[in-house]
């Protein structure tokens, strides 16, 4: 009998240990910040001035040095499918995970940034402006197909929807938004295949609330659309917040923005 009532209290101490492991495991993993990187343009020489203050380039070198800090730091980079299967149950969260994005597709990310995303074998994902493909507009260069092909191609590239024309969709009607998102997508699945998972990031973060109902319902899996930092225990994938990077911000100093933002 005194047997019988140990072993019966050795099981009750293994459950409660159990219970206070996975609450602990749980709380911590609640509070796991999912930062996603925002990057435009890359220039090998940066202007002594710039018109938006320096908000929208950088350079090769930097993104390079920034790549090298995370890795040293115990980052693991995922991707926007990894990240939505995460966000689904369907795969274990990284201790500290991060995006790479790239807006607008210029032709500088094929140019300079391909090569550093294999040199690392880390992911990315770029949101293209489908009027823009294969154009120069005011000496900007940007993505044609074949290029974004062949990065789609390579396993690391995603290629996501920018819209059509660059517009504040805040300022049409949902109508017009819902229109203009699906034409990106037509034009995007004709030339690099059907998509699985579609991912859209609002031009100028410039959204409503019923422009997110909208795309939502008309087959957006998620919505990227604003500046600061995304929680595990409260993501949600149709308000997807993303940090903006200047410049030549070092590595450090990302990781510092990312310590800081709420």
Known sequence: MKKRYLIIILILIIVIITI?????????????????????DFVTTVPESDSDNFSYINSPQS????????????????????????????MAIPEKPILITMDDGYSSNYK???????????????????????KEIEEKKYLNWEECKEMQGSGL???????????????????????????SYEIIEKNLGK?????????????????VWT???????????????????????????????????TGKEIIEEINNTN
């Open 20 to 40: 206070f492991f996975y609450k602990n495991l749980k709380s911590k993993k609640a509070n796991i910040k999912i930062p996603i990187l925002l990057y435009h």
């Open 157 to 183: 590239v995603e290629i996501f929807s920018h819209s059509t024309r660059h517009i504040f969709y805040n300022r049409f009607s949902v109508r017009t938004v819902r229109d203009d998102v699906k034409k």
């Open 195 to 211: 998509k699985d998972l579609k991912v859209f990031a609002y031009p100028y973060g410039a959204y409503t609330k019923e422009s």
């Open 215 to 249: 795309l939502k319902i008309n087959g957006i899996d998620m919505q990227v659309y604003d500046i600061g930092m995304n929680y595990y225990n409260n993501f949600n994938k149709n308000y997807i917040k993303r940090l903006n990077i200047p410049c030549e911000m």
């Open 112 to 134: 300079y940034i391909f090569p550093i995303l294999k040199k690392y074998n880390i992911k990315a994902s770029i949101f293209v402006v489908t009027d823009k493909i294969g």
């Open 63 to 90: 993104f390079e040095e920034n790549i090298k800090v995370f890795l040293e730091n115990g980052y693991t980079f995922i991707s926007f499918q990894e990240l939505n299967d995460i966000n689904n149950g369907k």
